[in-house]
């Protein structure tokens, strides 16, 4: 069985700052993807990045980027000069390489406070 | 391109009560989710339609719930009778494409906003 841990239920940082959210996963499957998602107030839930496991290079989009440790199955997110629109709840999410279900966290509700 | 679509956005109804939510995917789109968040706890899985075929149901939590997809276009998720303990948010998702690699860059999966469902 699949789990991902987010270990902080609420955080905040200070706008232009730098935050970085937690999240562990437990598996027994080699090959597989990360991910992590971005549920403004109200809104759809946006796929933010997403990691390969078999890429040892951790992925980076814009302001965001992961660091994977794959021996210790981490996987946070930093956010680099948080901005107001990053407030939101993040996801943290894993899928079989052949698979299509999704195993999330609890989330971790981020404020950026102007 | 419109987005995935659900309504309503939120539901109150009484304990013993019978609801319906929908969800309409992107057009064209196979593959249809739905996923549940109760709440303070993590998102769920419910089943996956490929059209209007029920490819894997197993997160379904009893016989209360009931899914359709009749035409393999939109899909309905019924609760009833509705219990306190199904309060939570229901998403939907789509995507066209099982093979995660061949997707676009939000690799194919777009969620809905999500059905705030309340049941007192």
């Known amino acids: 069985a699949q789990t991902v841990t987010q270990s902080q239920p609420e955080m905040s940082v200070q706008e232009a700052e730098t935050v970085t959210l937690s999240c562990t996963y437990d598996t027994s499957e080699s090959n597989y993807y990360l991910f992590w998602y971005k549920q403004p107030p109200s809104r759809q839930m946006i796929l933010v990045i997403r990691q390969e496991a078999y890429k040892q290079q951790n992925a980076t989009e814009n302001r965001f980027s992961v660091n994977f440790q794959k021996a210790a199955k981490s996987f946070s997110l930093k956010i680099s000069d948080s901005q107001l629109g990053d407030t939101a709840m993040y996801f943290c999410?894993?899928?079989?390489?052949?698979?299509?279900?999704?195993?999330f966290g609890t989330g971790t509700s981020l404020t950026v406070i102007p | 391109e419109a987005g995935v679509t659900q309504f309503p956005s939120h539901s109150v109804i009484e304990k013993g009560q019978t609801v319906t939510l929908r969800c309409d995917p992107i057009?064209?789109?196979?593959?249809l989710y739905w996923y549940r968040r109760v709440m303070g706890k993590e998102i769920k899985f419910l089943l996956h339609?490929?059209?209007?075929?029920?490819?894997?149901e197993s997160g379904m939590p009893n016989n209360r719930f009931l899914a359709e997809r009749t035409g393999g276009t939109y899909s309905t998720l019924k609760v009833q009778p509705a219990e306190l303990e199904d309060s939570g948010v229901y998403f939907c998702?789509?995507?066209?494409?099982?093979?995660?690699?061949?997707?676009?860059?939000?690799?194919?999966?777009?969620f809905g906003s999500g059905t705030r469902l309340t049941v007192v």
């Open positions: 339609f490929v059209k209007e075929s029920k490819q894997d």
């Open positions: 999410a894993f899928m079989k390489h052949d698979g299509n279900q999704f195993y």
């Open positions: 057009s064209g789109h196979d593959n």
């Open positions: 998702a789509s995507s066209q494409d099982d093979d995660l690699n061949s997707r676009d860059s939000n690799y194919g999966y777009t």
